[in-house]
């Protein structure tokens, strides 16, 4: 069964930068599009960044020219690099992977994900 687990949130100050990763465990076969989601405080989950197979990026217009998704295949991980980071980006964020048209997360909880606090 194909895992995925989140690192690399934390605390950082407005203006500041973090890289988060996301690394699916369990052999995963035909990975093809990768994507991070985030959840605001009392806000639903939403999609941020997508990666394909062919390393086409689509970002959505809150993280656009401050987020860069990418990918490392030999490892099945999948990264967010964040800049500029502004107190709107704070939530819980998270990945998602597809193994060929079937993601490995649907609907309910996606587990714990990685934290990210943007102070003021």
């Known amino acids: 069964q194909v895992q995925l687990v989140e690192s690399g949130g934390g605390l950082v100050q407005a203006g500041g930068s973090l890289r988060l990763s996301c690394t699916a465990s369990?052999?995963?076969?035909?990975?093809?599009?990768m994507a991070w989601h985030r959840q605001a405080p009392g806000k639903q989950r939403s999609w941020i960044a997508l990666?394909?197979?062919?390393?086409?990026?689509n970002y959505s217009g809150a993280v656009k020219g401050r987020f860069t998704i990418s990918r490392d295949d030999a490892k099945n991980s999948v990264y967010l690099h964040m800049d500029r980071l502004e107190p709107g980006d704070t939530g819980v964020y998270f990945c998602?992977?597809?193994?060929?048209?079937?993601?490995?997360?649907?609907?309910?909880?996606w587990g714990q994900g990685t934290q990210v606090t943007v102070s003021s």
């Open positions: 998602n992977v597809a193994i060929g048209s079937k993601w490995i997360r649907e609907a309910g909880s």
């Open positions: 369990g052999a995963p076969r035909n990975i093809t599009t």
């Open positions: 990666i394909t197979n062919r390393n086409t990026t």
